[in-house]
């Protein structure tokens, strides 16, 4: 999954940082709550650095499986 976290606008002052658990990769109903901010910024800055770590860690098992 290319960005597994995402930020979901809940108001103009809410922005919660969510885990996508669909099988289809979509934003779901089930996703996990993972963090919230009230700064839209601060949530993308979150996100951007957690879906690269997460991205370096899979590319990193699949060359350990090699």
């Known amino acids: 999954m290319r960005n597994r976290y995402y930020v979901q606008p809940l108001t103009e002052q809410i ?4 885990e996508r658990q ?5 934003p779901g109903p ?4 993972v963090r919230s901010f009230s700064v839209r910024h601060d949530a993308y800055m ?3 650095k957690m879906n690269t770590e997460d991205a370096e860690q899979n590319a990193q098992a ?3 499986q090699l």
């Open 15 to 18: 922005f919660l940082i969510r």
């Open 22 to 26: 669909s099988a289809s990769g979509g």
């Open 30 to 33: 089930n996703d996990r709550l």
């Open 46 to 48: 979150f996100v951007g």
């Open 62 to 64: 699949e060359k350990s």
